[in-house]
């Protein structure tokens, strides 16, 4: 079977976390994912398959006589699909020979643009994977999830010497809680990758260090014919807060290596507001300032106004992996070769987000990312090339193949 019709599977299943249900899964969909994925994966007779308590699912395949030394490899990649768009009723539409122009997708009136997306010109002849617009796809990540159970079965059907390989699908990726409950130790694996990014052929090593921060303003509400002297308007307060952040340092004017302050929800009322933002930068030095820099914010503005409450509760997400990976680079480079080996240009290129590597990697498993052949995710303009789906399945194979010495 080929990785994409996996995929067209994966993504009809509901799988959307939710960052404010303070459970884990964070949500009861999730489960269902899990679930089909276990019996898909004794299906394929892989090792001791299996959903713990937290919704984490992992299996392994032994290693072949000879390569029992090689060492142990694995490969994750998360179920849930983003909160920041519908992920539930999916309809996957497949563009069979794409003909390199603009996709109308028949909801919402939305369109793919190739003036937006001007990469798309060169996927002409291949096969794209869309929504049908009135939800995301599910590419992120759920084509890592297929490009991975792919390789599995390939692996387990062919005669390739291979070391021990493990494999993992977390939940609540997306709200940065995937790696919480993840049992390093138990998992086996020495080295990893998570498959969770964007062309075939990308390997990151690099990520923003992060931090997400939720401001709680409380006003003073009072009629507001008789308000003068006495009103402290808590959407005003929120609007004075993020007028003294930097104003180019917002996602939507920032690339590369700059780092930016981004308001991803504003809620409220005269009496009572609440703001939360992510942080991000790759350089330590500058992402511990920018901390700084919103405390100080809401510090100087409580301070102006004494009757109201200025609340500021921030928390680091995860950090830039490359210092945990300074002695691992055989894994980047493995990987370009892999790359190189399955007809794929490599592009090392730092993410502009995170992956649950960054947090495994600082838990003691090096643990770089690959790409999956996904690209616009967290909303309806969201794809998948099937081919990049087939190249991505090579490149994990060649991976094992390389470190197993044979």
Partial sequence: ???????????????????????????????????????????????????????????????????????????LAHMDTSPAFSGENVSPIVHENYDGGDIVLPKEGRVIRVSDFPYLKGMAGKTIITADGSTLLGADDKAGVAEIVTACERLLAGDMP?????????????????????????????????????????????????????????????????????????????????????????????????????????????????MGYIIRDHDREKFEARKALMAEICRRVGEKHPTARVTLDMKDSYYNMKEKLAGCMHLIDNANQAARMAGAEPVTEAIRGGTDGARLSFMGLPCPNLGTGGYNCHGPMELAVAEEMDTMVDIILNIVKLYSGK
């Fill in 1 to 75: 079977m080929r990785a994409y019709e996996r995929f067209l599977r994966y993504v009809r299943v509901h799988t959307k976390s939710d960052e404010n249900s303070g459970v884990t899964p964070s949500s009861a969909c999730q489960w269902d994912l899990a679930r089909a994925l276990v019996e898909e994966l004794k299906a394929l007779g892989l090792e001791k398959p299996g959903v713990d308590e937290n919704c984490i699912v992992t299996a392994w395949i032994p290693a072949t006589a000879g390569c029992e030394d090689a060492p142990a490899l694995g490969f």
């Fill in 162 to 274: 291979h070391g021990r390989v493990c494999v993992a699908f977390t939940p609540d990726e997306e709200i940065g809680q995937g790696p919480d409950h993840f049992d390093v130790a138990a998992f086996g694996a020495k080295y990893a990758y998570t498959v969770d990014g964007g062309r075939a052929g990308s390997i990151e090593y690099e990520n923003f260090n992060a931090a997400s921060a939720v401001v709680t303003i409380e006003g003073v509400s009072v009629h507001p014919g008789t308000a003068k002297g006495i009103m402290e308007n808590a959407l005003l307060i929120a609007q004075e807060i993020n007028a003294q952040l930097p104003p180019d340092e917002i996602p939507g004017r920032t690339a590369g290596y700059e780092g930016f302050f981004h308001l991803d929800g504003l809620t409220g009322t005269a009496a009572a507001a609440r």
